[in-house]
Nanobody
Framework: QVQLVESGGGLVQSGGSLRLSCVAS????????IGWFRQASGKEREAVSC????????YYADSVKGRFTISRDNAKNTVYLQMNSLKPEDTAVYYC???????????????????WGQGTQVTVSS
């Protein structure tokens, strides 16, 4: 099973940018479908962006379309989430996830991933 470690979270002002990283170990991430999720205080975990292993499908939550971009660098075994034009409502703990079987599509991504990171806090001040 792949191990995942996120980094890059922090405190940023509204309108600012952050890039989250998720480094994988124990497996070749290029063979895995990947996802970024977030959980705000008192709310359920929600999918932010997901991408299939071959890259032929990518999901973005409506709330982040046009602002967030998911990408991966297979040579570095790393997944990224570039977050621009951040809003206070983006404040949450962000988690990366990976799974060799679960295949997200362009319109839907659920939490059916087998491997999860520990999360990184993103706080956007107004």
């Amino acid at each position: 099973q792949v191990q995942l470690v996120e980094s890059g979270g922090g405190l940023v002002q509204s309108g600012g940018s952050l890039r989250l990283s998720c480094v994988a170990s124990g497996a070749t991430l290029g063979y895995y479908n990947i996802g970024w999720f977030r959980q705000a205080s008192g709310k359920e975990r929600e999918a932010v962006s997901c991408r299939s292993a071959p890259g032929d499908s990518t999901y973005y939550a409506d709330s982040v379309k046009g602002r967030f971009t998911i990408s991966r660098d297979n040579a570095k075994n790393t997944v990224y989430l570039q977050m621009n034009s951040l809003k206070p409502e983006d404040t949450a703990v962000y988690y990366c996830a990976a799974d060799p079987e679960y295949y997200p599509d362009n319109d839907r991504c659920s939490a059916d991933f087998s491997s999860w990171g520990q999360g990184t806090q993103v706080t956007v001040s107004s």
